[in-house]
């Protein structure tokens, strides 16, 4: 069975940065591409970025490729969504998913998170 846990959140100032962490539970994690997403109050979730089980990378375009690092520790089953110069507009809860297709920006993971809440403000 495989789980999936986020953790790095916060409250923080706009202009900050934060990493967020994905640890995977259970089998096979290096044969698994790992998403990120968030969803604001109000509004859809949202893909932000994907690394593929042999670290391709992908971005939901080049403003999010510019300030965020996403990246994989297979030996310690986690993924990292590295995030700088937040805004308050990036304040959402912020979702990792695994699954074997990539690039996959759509909601079609097999396994998600619960979330991490990110909050921006001064």
């Known amino acids: 069975q495989v789980q999936l846990v986020e953790s790095g959140g916060g409250q923080v100032q706009p202009g900050d940065s934060l990493r967020l962490s994905c640890l995977f539970s259970?089998?096979?994690?290096?044969?698994?591409?790992v998403g990120w997403f968030r969803q604001a109050p109000g509004k859809d979730r949202e893909f932000v970025a994907a690394?593929?089980?042999?670290?391709?990378?992908?971005w939901r375009d080049s403003t999010w490729k510019a300030r965020t690092i996403i990246s994989r520790v297979d030996a310690a089953n986690t993924v990292y969504l590295q995030m700088n110069s937040l805004k308050p507009e990036d304040t959402a809860v912020y979702y990792c998913?695994?699954?074997?297709?990539?690039?996959?920006?759509?909601?079609?993971?097999?396994?998600w998170g619960h979330g991490t809440q990110v909050t921006v403000s001064s």
């Open positions: 690394i593929s089980w042999i670290g391709n990378r992908y």
């Open positions: 998913a695994a699954g074997r297709k990539f690039p996959e920006t759509s909601l079609d993971y097999d396994y």
């Open positions: 259970g089998h096979d994690f290096e044969t698994y591409a």
